[in-house]
């Protein structure tokens, strides 16, 4: 009998196709780390802005974007591209992107991602809140009672970390 945990993994798709029970301490016994809910939700805000920082570099298509960020991140940062294409459609209805097919050897065609002029200014916009709002982020682990923030801060003025701050 298969046992599902709230998990969307290849993991428990594989456990399921193969009717093998599944075992929802799998990640302590093989060492694997469970994503906290913190790194899903801010890969998930972040992934829109990284795809359109990405191709303002230039035109790319959906593999190598993924690859891409999986290899400056160090691994630290995937995604599959079955996540990722819907993240691109709506990118493409909105008009921030477009896409042309190019052909690459005899049988196979990719389809390359274009960022738009609205798509660079959005971009610009996403950026903006990004950095205000980490910057705020930033200000509030490192903060003492008393510590209002004031938006010209930079890093050079912001407050002293204590111990525990210094661990983020």
């Known amino acids: 009998i298969v046992n599902l945990c709230i998990e969307n993994s290849l993991y ?21 780390a469970k994503k906290s809910h913190l790194e899903t939700a801010l890969k998930k805000a972040t992934i829109e802005l990284l ?10 298509y959906g593999y190598q974007l993924s690859g891409e960020l999986k290899r400056r991140s160090g691994g630290r ?3 599959l591209e079955g996540s990722m294409y819907p993240i691109l459609y709506r990118l493409t209805d909105s008009g921030y992107i477009s896409f042309y097919e190019k052909k ?19 971009l610009k916009d996403l950026l903006t ?9 930033s200000f509030l682990l490192h ?12 890093s050079e003025t912001l407050p002293q970390a ?6 983020f």
Not at 51 to 60: Q, T, Y
């Open 12 to 32: 428990n798709r594989l456990q399921y196709k193969q009717q093998l029970p599944y075992d929802c301490n799998h990640h302590r016994k093989t060492g694997m």
């Open 51 to 60: 795809l359109l920082k990405l191709l303002d570099e230039g035109d790319m």
């Open 77 to 79: 940062y995937t995604i």
């Open 104 to 122: 690459v050897g005899v049988r196979q065609t990719r389809v390359y991602y274009h960022l738009e002029d609205n798509g660079r200014q959005y």
């Open 129 to 137: 809140s990004y950095r205000s709002y980490t910057q705020v982020i």
């Open 143 to 154: 903060s003492r009672e008393g510590n209002c923030y004031e938006p010209e801060q930079t």
């Open 162 to 167: 204590d111990q525990a701050a210094d661990s």
